[in-house]
């Protein structure tokens, strides 16, 4: 299997190049030429463990790069830090089944992803011989998720950058507080998407990003994307009767990562009947999949940081499906969309699009009361972003079983769920200790230069 760039100038990449170059050198995302057909192996995974399933779908895509004793032994080491033997259990609420995906040592589904990459970047890197310097941007899971997935490997230094201000005083604790000399956290004077602006404007600075070998753990990089196909065949497995039963998913979605894993898992032949789309009120994806319209506007500060999103860095994958994967279709949105802040999808193309997914937007209010009624009918405690999919799924017309993706433990979020529920979750004792640890952390204005000089100065030494 090789990757090629959506936006046409980049092909016939290995695994490996694509694990290290995060962006594609043309400003496209990385995708693979082609997506593995599992439909006839579906009976005999739907009884793997995570960690063996986890090993069937990864090496498929890796094109061999990695030896399978040696991507074994990188699978169970990753998931050894999580607290429960399954990894990502289902819970049954009813006609829901909860996709518990916070295990993790931090708590969010981010963990799945992220604590695997670094042993496969550590692999590369020991391989080349080079370093590698990660930069990213984070509404709030992502940052302590991939500081504690790169934390103790060799050669990988960490630049994370956060809204100011903006995330949970628990997601920003979990950052600030790791001391260690390869992570450096930025909180930038602006929103999620100043940040990730910057990201991606470094990224495009071929020389720089060559010069500092720069790499990306956000989900612009394509093997965040691949870990997470796992889960969506490991939940099917665990609820769906028999090996053709068709599944729906309800995915809270911000960035577009988490839904997009789906989409490709479904391409693969997973029985998948909806997937449903959950925005909060920061609702872009929403409009695109009821309207055809991408269309920038104003974001909202809500109980559900991680989603107050307007530009999904991951879009740009599913709209070069949307295309017939045309390069040349998708660089004219991406360029009307760069100058007018608006796309807008018509006639057949919005057909296949609203065929593929549903959506629905969830607001605050929606999101206290899912959270009270969960509570009280079954005593379970809702993170707000895992709220707003279970309220989606009130508001879809759903056949057969639903799958709603838990994003998060209540307690990164205690204060809404306070609000809503009038308790307050118990604290997982790594995050109860956070309240009294060092923190540190560089504050920048939200711009690209600004950024740039100081991962300069840190690298220069």
């Not at 930069?135 to 992502?142: I, R, Y």
């Not at 020389?207 to 796992?230: D, P």
Request: glycine fraction near 8%; proline fraction near 5%; aromatic fraction near 8%.
């Amino acid at each position: 299997m090789r990757y090629l760039s959506t936006r046409g100038g980049v092909q016939g990449l290995s695994f490996e190049d694509t694990l290290i170059a995060g962006l594609a050198e043309d400003g496209g995302l990385l995708v693979p030429d082609s997506l593995p057909q599992v439909r006839d192996q579906l009976p005999q995974w739907r009884n793997l463990s995570y960690q063996e399933l986890s090993l069937e779908i990864v090496r498929s895509f890796t094109g061999g790069a990695i030896p399978e004793a040696d991507l074994r032994g990188q699978i169970e080491q990753a998931y050894r830090s999580f607290t429960h033997p399954e990894v990502t259990p289902v819970r049954t609420l009813g006609r829901v089944h909860l996709l518990e995906l916070f295990h993790g040592p931090t708590f969010a589904f981010k963990d799945v992803a992220l604590q695997l990459l670094g042993h496969l970047f550590e692999h590369v890197l020991k391989k080349r011989r080079q370093p590698l310097r990660i930069l990213g941007a984070t509404s709030g899971d992502t940052g302590s998720a991939a500081i504690h997935g790169m934390r103790g490997h060799k050669d990988i230094s960490v630049f994370m950058l956060h809204p100011k201000g903006r995330v949970s005083p628990v997601q920003e604790r979990q950052m600030t507080t790791v001391l260690d000399a390869n992570v450096h956290n930025i909180a930038v004077e602006g929103l999620f998407d100043d940040a990730q602006h910057i990201v991606k404007e470094l990224f495009g600075d071929l020389e720089f990003k060559t010069r500092h070998h720069l790499g990306a753990v956000n989900s612009i990089n394509w093997a965040r994307i691949l870990v997470q196909i796992v889960y969506y065949f490991y939940a099917w497995g665990r609820v769906s009767s028999n090996s053709g039963e068709a599944v729906n998913f309800v995915v809270p979605s911000g960035n577009f990562g988490n839904v997009l894993a789906g989409h490709y898992a479904r391409q693969m032949g997973l029985p998948i009947h909806r997937l449903v789309v959950a925005t909060n009120e920061n609702d872009i994806l929403h409009r695109f999949f009821s309207k055809g319209e991408y269309h920038t506007a104003g974001v909202r500060q809500t109980l559900s940081p991680s989603m107050d999103i307007q530009i999904s860095s991951n879009f740009e994958r599913y709209l070069f499906d949307l295309s017939g994967r045309s390069p040349e279709q998708l660089r004219r949105w991406m360029q009307d969309f760069q100058e007018t802040g608006c796309l807008t999808i018509e006639g057949e193309r919005l057909q296949t699009a609203q065929a593929t997914f549903g959506s629905a937007r969830v607001d605050e209010a929606g999101t206290l009361r899912a959270i009270r009624e969960t509570y009280e009918e079954y005593g379970y405690l809702l993170d707000p972003h895992t709220a707003v999919g279970v309220e989606a799924a009130k508001q879809v017309d759903l056949e057969g079983p639903v799958v709603c993706l838990a994003c998060a433990h209540p307690a990164k979020f205690s204060s809404a769920v306070h609000q809503a529920a009038g308790t307050t979750p118990e604290m997982p004792p790594p995050l109860a200790e956070l309240e009294n640890l060092e923190t540190r952390c560089a504050v920048l204005p939200a711009q690209a230069g600004a950024v740039r000089e100081y991962l300069t100065q840190v690298l220069n030494g």
